[in-house]
């Protein structure tokens, strides 16, 4: 089983393939998931620390907005593990309120100075785009080894 | 990552002959420790992640290519997620999932497809940018 990041963390459907596909798929949930069951005077609502900022300087500068660094105190552990990317261009929803544009290039940056196999996919507008973006995941890991589920 | 952690896992249905009250109904008959809660969507399941991962691996069999599982970062019924207590609103995280579930339908006729063995070395059309010189060409037509 190949650990494989996910891009945008988030998704639903990349985090159901690559299970699916017999592999773990990094997802920043799995890191949420952490802060928010560990008991302390940070926990719920508040996901990020003042203390996480300072995590993520080890991925960002000091000069660059403590909310690129926040993220990357979530993503930072997960891109060390990453074994293998799949990660999808300009996603919609990585935009706007819910997203952040330079923690996506960062992110982005980051895993291709690794030395793992990425496969670089954009979101599928239309039918026959959508099978071929799961037949190209399929095949991608098919290509890392087989699953152990 | 332990065994012992407390995880939640979001079960998604996007099919016409599977309800989130039978894969309910499934779960209760295995026995396993974990909270269940029924939503619009599917399923919240949390309770320890060596059960949690058997429970989802058992409940995708009952139709393997039209139910879809993450994992999820808060517990079921969250005060800060759960839309009774925040006064209505999207919750967070709804955008991408309504983003997402539109193209459900389509995975699961690709994974019908990839288990028919059909459909390998398919490729995505990436559409390129329009070139500079048809950009101008475009400009000049139109202004003239």
Redesign the interface.
Known sequence: MVKVFIY?S????L???I??FGHE?L???????????TAGLDS??I?ITPEDPKIGLKYAAVEVPSGVRGRMALLGPLLEEAEAAVIVMEP??AF?C?GCARTNELVNFLVRTKDIPILE??Y?RT??????????I??FTDGLGKGD? | MNDDDIISKMIVLHSTFTLPSDVVIRIYESKADITVKETCFGLIIEGKRSVVDEVAREIRTIDPNRIFIKERGVPPGDPYRCRVGRGGGPKPGFHQHETEFTFLPYITSALEEIERGEGKGKKMTRSLPIHIETFKDIIEKEVA
């Open positions: 945008p988030n998704s639903l459907i985090s159901d393939l299970d699916r798929p997802a920043v949930m799995r890191e949420v998931g952490k802060k928010i069951r719920p609502p996901n919609d929803i706007g819910m996919l954009d599928p039918e026959e785009d959508a099978k071929a973006f799961v037949h190209m399929h095949d589920k």
